[in-house]
């Protein structure tokens, strides 16, 4: 091994610093040579004067002050060049000072101060140039595969990023860019040529033998993505992704890393920008409460809610193994959160008492429900037990005990609901709202659509069917949902607890309604596969307590503005507090004596607009009810 490779497998900085000091003595010799050869009879030019070691050290440290030292050679760039140029300066400035109070500057010409940095200026970053030239075109002897070409989809900056990183990658080689920006036409981008715009893909890719598809565009709308993946799949290419700028912002992804398209790339709505001021100011330093802080929407929560400074949170969870998930994960992302993890039903009054008597939460986000509609139709019971007294339950406990806020989510199927799901959300609802009107505290309801990937919606459940080769049922050609993300909808709730001074109910503009005919295809398509020829779709028929569609708004409710443009406001129905309170006690007594066509009596009570299905009890007049 040569003295030089047995530094550096030392210490790779050692042999970086010993370059650098010989090339500030090579610097300094040249430019003493330099300036005594414009002299008519130049004297010999010392290799080592006396002054030497005064410019090594001066020089030496400034170098490392720098922070020269930081960077890497195989990633030298201009922050670099300009780190250098900083150092070549100021150690110009550094040896002048060391040999003003060595010998008064005797025999150091003037000029040579200033030809100094420029010298050592090129034999600096001249090294580190070609260097990382030299890696960054090497060709790999040792590579088993050959490199992948690529067609990069985007030249902006995420673009620019990735092809840079690229061509220090050893297994894919960028061939060319498309994109629409009509100045980009016949540039380079790190030296990859723009080849024509989106419209051209399949073309370019075939010109180019290309054999992978990076998209490039994180602040794409999901319109334009779902140009791009349909161009994508026209190609028959495999196709790959960056980020979304959302999830790059909120640390979920990194901006580099590359991910096959998800179907939140393609239905997921625009970002909906936030008062996170106004939010962490209602939220930080308080006691939180989250029930049903096990499922999806109540998990996300959670995370949100300690991410935003909580003084505690206090999960209340039935399932046993769900509290135990989201526990573990707290307590290993936010260990400094002071964390209760209660096990139980929110419609035990015992454990919601002592839940609120000992923990005091200021703030209560009441995510625990069922939310099944086909399965809920035969259990009538227990959906009222749980989604309407559960919350009586609670929301009566934090009147009880002085809670600041408590938010209610509910879901656009209490709109003229024609399940038992939908029903027992809208009579919560009624509840949350007229409370509102005896308490000082602020009950808020937020309402919205499907939530992609949630437990027990219907995107899991067409995966599974995907990965066993179908067929995806679908149960009508034209129904529709409206659909947001999970994070979207627990942002969205947020922002309404410091939005709502009580009584409200809230929905967020989600947009245009989708057809799960297309999103079954497009699931499909993510696969790899093609609907009807590698994957069937079959129509089951609507289920029961299903519809065709979903609305967020009934058309007794008037549709107001709030300062929240993506944010809306319904107006509250009220009902009179004693009524409501005695078709309650009627429920919870028949729920008491496992009276489910009784249960149903109730719900037609509490929502006139709700038609349970034929052959279920009649209803009885509200009249009768009052003495129940």
Not at 105 to 118: A, K, Q, W
Not at 195 to 217: H, K, N, P, Q
């Amino acid at each position: 091994m040569r003295p030089a490779q047995a530094i550096a497998a030392i210490h790779p900085r050692i042999a970086v610093v010993a370059h650098d000091l010989a090339m500030v003595w090579v610097a300094w010799f040249a430019a003493n040579w330099l300036r005594f050869n414009l002299l008519p009879e130049p004297p010999p030019v010392p290799l080592a004067g006396a002054e030497l070691p005064i410019v090594l050290a001066a020089q030496g440290l400034v170098l490392w002050w720098t922070g020269l030292y930081r960077g890497l050679w195989r990633f030298a760039s201009l922050p670099d060049l300009w780190n250098i140029a900083r150092a070549a300066l100021f150690g110009a400035l550094a040896i002048a000072l060391g040999l003003f109070l060595f010998n008064r500057l005797e025999g150091v010409p003037r000029s040579v101060l200033l030809v100094y940095p420029l010298s050592l200026a090129v034999a600096l970053g001249v090294p580190r140039l070609l260097y990382r030239y030299w890696k960054d075109n090497r060709l790999d002897f040792e590579r088993r595969t050959p490199l992948q070409r690529v067609l990069v989809l985007g030249a902006g900056r995420a673009g620019e990023t990735l092809a840079r990183d690229l061509r220090r990658d050893t297994h894919y080689r960028a061939v060319g860019f498309l994109d629409d920006n009509p100045s980009l036409r016949g540039a380079k981008v790190n030296g990859v040529p723009v080849l024509g715009t989106l419209d051209d893909l399949d073309r370019v890719a075939r010109e180019v033998a290309a054999e992978t598809l990076l998209i490039a565009m994180p602040s794409a709308s999901n319109q334009q993505m779902q140009r791009v993946v349909q161009l994508c799949e026209d190609t028959g290419l495999p196709f790959r992704t960056v980020p979304r700028l959302q999830d790059v912002v909120e640390g979920r992804s990194g901006f580099n890393e590359l991910k096959e398209v998800a179907i939140e790339d393609l239905l997921g709505r625009e970002p909906v920008l936030l008062d996170w001021t106004a939010i962490r100011g209602g939220l930080s330093g308080r006691r939180v409460l989250v029930s049903g802080g096990g499922g999806s929407i109540g998990g996300e929560l959670c995370r949100q809610v300690a991410r935003l400074g909580a003084a505690s949170l206090v999960v209340v969870e039935q399932s046993e193994y769900n509290l135990y998930r989201i526990e573990q994960e707290l307590r290993r992302e936010f260990p400094d959160l002071v964390l209760h993890a209660v096990l139980g039903d929110c419609g035990d009054p015992a454990l919601i008492e002592r839940s609120f008597s000992q923990l005091r939460p200021q703030v209560v986000f009441h995510a625990a429900a069922y939310k099944h509609v086909p399965l809920l139709e035969g259990q009538v019971r227990e959906a009222f037990r749980n989604n309407v007294l559960g919350t009586q339950a609670i929301a009566a406990a934090a009147d009880r005990h002085g809670a600041g806020v408590f938010v209610l989510i509910s879901s656009d199927k209490a709109v003229n609901p024609v399940n038992v799901m939908g029903a027992t959300k809208r009579a919560a609802e009624m509840y949350c709202q007229n409370l509102a009107a005896q308490s000082r505290t602020r009950f808020i309801t937020v309402r919205f659509g499907n939530v992609l990937d949630s437990a027990g919606s219907v995107v899991p459940l067409f995966r599974e069917q995907i990965r066993g080769g179908g067929p995806v049922t679908v149960t009508h050609p034209e129904i529709t949902r409206y659909f947001m993300t999970i994070p979207e909808a627990c942002q969205l709730i947020l922002q309404a607890s410091v939005l709502g001074q009580g009584g409200e109910i809230f929905a967020l503009d989600m947009g245009e309604p989708v057809r799960i005919r297309y999103l079954a295809e497009q699931m499909i398509r993510l696969a790899g596969k093609v609907p009807e020829r590698d994957i069937a779709i079959t129509y089951t028929g609507l289920r029961p307590g299903e519809k065709l569609f979903e609305e967020l708004f009934h058309e007794q409710e008037d549709c107001a503005a709030t300062t929240h443009r993506k944010i809306f406001l319904a107006a509250a129905r009220s009902m009179p507090w004693s009524d409501l309170l005695s078709v309650l006690r009627r429920g919870a007594a028949a729920c008491a004596q496992d009276d489910a066509d009784e249960v149903l009596v109730v719900l037609r009570l509490l929502v006139p607009e709700f038609a349970p299905p034929q052959g279920n009890a009649q209803v009885v007049p509200l009249a009768r009810a009052r003495g129940g």
